[in-house]
């Protein structure tokens, strides 16, 4: 009987060898058979010959949009302004930017026809993830950011482009511990991770970008320049924490509350802090103090305004 049994399984085994192997076999062939009929398609090869034309022609626009603005062409000295800077970065995603607007018409053209766009649309993926790869190197300057946008935005990016990215996202919703009434996700924790250091980070650039703009403003005077830095600031934080909570899944609606306890804050333990800025918004709009002056107080302290 002991025999009979491991000679049964024996079979058994090898019989579910042979039909994985023989369904390997047939998706080879069947990938192959597809592979072949690609590459022998005229319209496999009329595709190829309308990239080259594409990229041929998104790189001479490119060229004589660069080289007609200055502004785009010649590189910035360290004491230019913010956005003579940022037209130069501008310039170095020009012929990437240009391809994929070209690439998007070709391929709901080559569709209106009826035919299957596959070559435009892997050109069109790579296309897009060495746009992104270019605003990277152009516009993020620290370098432990550009790391994390390269080693997680790209594959990100990438897996959204080959529509991998749902399943995934599925897979790490079912992933999840309640805690109380709320139920925290995978998903939702690194939606917040990621997002929300995406976020922080385009603030605080903004907030450099904008207050050094502001601070150029040669129209307007040293404590004008201060007030409206202040309140871009406070602006753009405000905007961030807004996105935040819905990045978050937090309803809006529910900010009416927010606002009853931070009022309630303001009039307990942060009333100083509360009338302390806006007295400084109220004494640089006066003029009576402007940033350099020194100031000396009645208890001793002196100081000057920064």
């Not at 790209?154 to 991998?164: A, D, K, M, S």
């Not at 009434?181 to 922080?200: C, E, M």
Request: aromatic residues 12%; proline residues 3%; positive net charge.
């Amino acid at each position: 009987k002991k025999d009979l049994f491991w000679y049964r399984f024996g079979q058994f085994c090898k019989g579910s060898l042979a039909m994985d192997y023989s369904s390997v076999l047939t998706l080879i062939n069947g990938n192959y058979q597809k592979g072949v009929e690609l590459l022998s398609s005229t319209q496999t090869y009329v595709q190829l010959a309308m990239l080259i034309i594409i990229y041929s022609v998104a790189f001479v626009i490119a060229y004589k949009v660069r080289h007609s603005l200055s502004i785009l062409c010649n590189a910035p000295v360290e004491e230019a302004h913010p956005i003579r800077k940022f037209g130069f970065r501008i310039g170095g995603v020009l012929f990437p930017l240009i391809a994929i607007f070209l690439l998007q018409i070709s391929r709901k053209t080559v569709e209106n026809f009826e035919y299957s766009p596959w070559v435009i649309q892997v050109a069109l993926s790579v296309a897009i993830l060495l746009f992104f790869n270019s605003i990277i190197r152009a516009f993020v300057t620290h370098y432990y950011a550009a790391s994390l946008f390269r080693w997680v935005g790209l594959p990100i990016l990438f897996l959204h482009l080959v529509g991998l990215l749902p399943p995934i996202i599925s897979a790490l919703e079912e992933i999840s511990i309640k805690v109380g009434n709320v139920d925290i996700s995978a998903y939702g924790v690194v939606r917040v991770l990621v997002f929300g250091g995406f976020l922080f980070w385009l603030g605080r650039v903004s907030s450099s970008f904008g207050k050094a703009v502001i601070k150029r403003q040669e129209s307007l005077d040293i404590p004008t320049k201060e007030v409206f830095s202040k309140l871009f600031e406070v602006t753009l934080f405000c905007i961030i924490i807004l996105l935040l909570l819905n990045v978050m899944g937090i309803n809006l609606t529910t900010l009416a509350v927010f606002g009853g306890a931070v009022g309630v804050g303001i009039g307990l333990g942060l009333q100083s802090i509360a009338s302390n800025f806006i007295s400084g918004i109220i004494i640089l709009l006066d003029r009576s103090l402007t940033v350099g002056d020194f100031v000396e107080l009645g208890d001793g302290q002196k100081g000057f305004v920064r």
